[in-house]
Structures are given as structure tokens and as C-alpha cells.
């Protein structure tokens, strides 16, 4: 399988409970190396720009709201397969039926509170991993 990047957020619900560091040891046990990462506020222009694709869902402005709610911690994850490997490792996106030993199992308090994001394909995660970090920033 080839190596990829993907784009993690880690977000506000998990940085306001102190579980960066919970999260991030999980995600280097899972095999997953942190190659960049850093920690930002978003505007709520910034997160509705990234969660534009469900810009006509009835929860987008809840959606923006909360990622605009406190900092998150933008991190660039590389591995075989990472794009896949870490949203296995997320579990899906309601933590009601995520199975144990996934990040939203454990850590998720609701279905919009779920602590973490991982790009959903090779491509998005270009895209999203562009909104945060330059190239010199990532460093494998
Ligand atoms: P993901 O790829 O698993 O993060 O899920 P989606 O791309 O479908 O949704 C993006 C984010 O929107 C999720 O991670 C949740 O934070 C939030 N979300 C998704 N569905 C709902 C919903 O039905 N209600 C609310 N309030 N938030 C939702």
C-alpha cells in the first residue's frame, strides 16, 4: 500500500478536556507518524471555508459554531494507507456506534462533539492539508 498523508483535526470539545496528548499517543501506537502539527483558532469564515461541503445541512451553522468554539490542533498524519487507516482508527462519525478501542469511542461526547476529523480520500486530504500547513512545515 502506498504512503500517504491525511489531514487530522483535533477538535475543540477534545483540546478544552486536555486530550491532545491522549489522542496523539494513540495515532503513533496506531502506526501513524505526526508530521506536522499545529494548534489554531479558527474564525468562523475559516471553518465554514472548511466544512463547505455541508454548507445545506440543517446542523452547518451548529457545525461552524463549535469548530469555531476554541482551538483545534491541525496535525498532517503519514503512513501506509493513512487516509484510511486513521478514520478506521476515528471510528464513524456518530460515537454511539463507533467500536471500542476507536478515538470516538472513547473520547467523543456527541455526534457533532465527536473530537476528531480525518480527511475522507486521498485528494480531500490535499485540500485540506493545504488550508493549514505549507510545505515547509511538513517534516517525515
Ligand atoms: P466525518 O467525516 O465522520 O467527520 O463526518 P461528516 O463529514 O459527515 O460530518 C462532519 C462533522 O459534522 C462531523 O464530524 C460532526 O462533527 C458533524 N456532524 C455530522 N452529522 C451531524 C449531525 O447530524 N448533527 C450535528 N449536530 N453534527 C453533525
Known amino acids: 500500500m502506498a504512503i500517504e498523508q491525511t489531514l487530522s483535526l483535533i477538535k475543540p470539545d477534545a483540546t478544552r478536556r486536555g486530550l491532545t496528548g ?3 499517543a494513540r495515532i503513533e501506537a496506531a502506526g501513524l507518524a505526526i508530521v506536522a502539527q499545529r494548534r489554531v483558532r479558527l474564525t468562523v469564515a475559516q471553518a465554514e471555508g472548511f466544512y463547505a461541503v455541508h454548507r445545506e445541512r440543517g446542523f452547518f451553522a451548529d457545525l461552524v459554531a463549535y469548530m469555531a468554539s476554541g482551538p483545534v490542533v491541525a496535525q498532517v498524519l503519514e503512513g501506509e494507507g493513512a487516509v484510511a487507516r486513521y478514520r478506521e482508527l476515528m471510528g464513524p462519525t456518530d460515537p454511539a456506534k ?9 473520547f467523543a461526547l456527541g455526534l ?8 475522507d480520500s486521498v485528494a480531500n486530504a490535499a485540500t485540506e492539508i493545504a488550508c493549514f500547513f505549507s510545505r515547509l512545515d511538513i517534516v517525515g
Open 112 to 119: 457533532q462533539e465527536n473530537s476528531v476529523h480525518g480527511s
Open 22 to 24: 491522549a489522542i496523539n
Open 98 to 106: 463507533a467500536p471500542s478501542g476507536t478515538l470516538r469511542a472513547e
